[in-house]
C-alpha cells in the first residue's frame, strides 16, 4: 500500500520558516517526479514545486520562487520543501505528490492535458499571521 506522509505544517509568523517532509511508504521516490501543491481557502489547488524524475529539474511558481526549495533524500525516501521569508498569502494545505510517470512533473507545473499524479499525501496546514 501506498502511502505519502506530510508533516512539517504549523503557525508561524510572516518572515519565519517551516520545512515541510513528505515521506513515502510502499513507493520509492527515487526516480519519480515529485509535486509539492497547495490549496487556499476558496482558490483553485496549484502547483507549488516540482521535481522531475531525474531530480535535474526544478520547477517553482512565480509566488515562491527565492524563498521555497524542494530537495529530496532518497536514503530516507522522503522529499522537503523549505520555506522561507513566509508570506500570510502563503497559507494554505499543502500536499506532496508523487508518480513514476515523469509526466507528473509537467502536471505539477501547471501543463495542461498532462495526468496528475497516482500518489498524494493526507495534506499538512501552514499558517502565516501574525
Known amino acids: 500500500q501506498v502511502q505519502l506522509v506530510e508533516s512539517g505544517g504549523g503557525l508561524v509568523q510572516p518572515g519565519g520558516s517551516l520545512r515541510l517532509s513528505c515521506a513515502a511508504s510502499g513507493f520509492t521516490l527515487d526516480y519519480s517526479a515529485i509535486g509539492w501543491f497547495r490549496q487556499a481557502p476558496g482558490k483553485e489547488r496549484e502547483g507549488v514545486s516540482c521535481l522531475s524524475s531525474s531530480g535535474l529539474s526544478t520547477y517553482y511558481a512565480d509566488s515562491v520562487k527565492g524563498r521555497f526549495t524542494i530537495s529530496r533524500d532518497n536514503a530516507k525516501n522522503t522529499v522537503y520543501l523549505q520555506m522561507n521569508s513566509l508570506k500570510p498569502e502563503d497559507t494554505a494545505l499543502y500536499y506532496c505528490?508523487?508518480?513514476?510517470?515523469?509526466?507528473?512533473?509537467?502536471?505539477?507545473?501547471?501543463?495542461?492535458?498532462?495526468?496528475?499524479?497516482?500518489?498524494w499525501g493526507q495534506g499538512a496546514r501552514v499558517t502565516v499571521s501574525s
Open positions: 505528490a508523487a508518480d513514476h510517470d515523469p509526466r507528473t512533473y509537467f502536471y505539477c507545473s501547471g501543463r495542461e492535458g498532462t495526468p496528475g499524479p497516482n500518489y
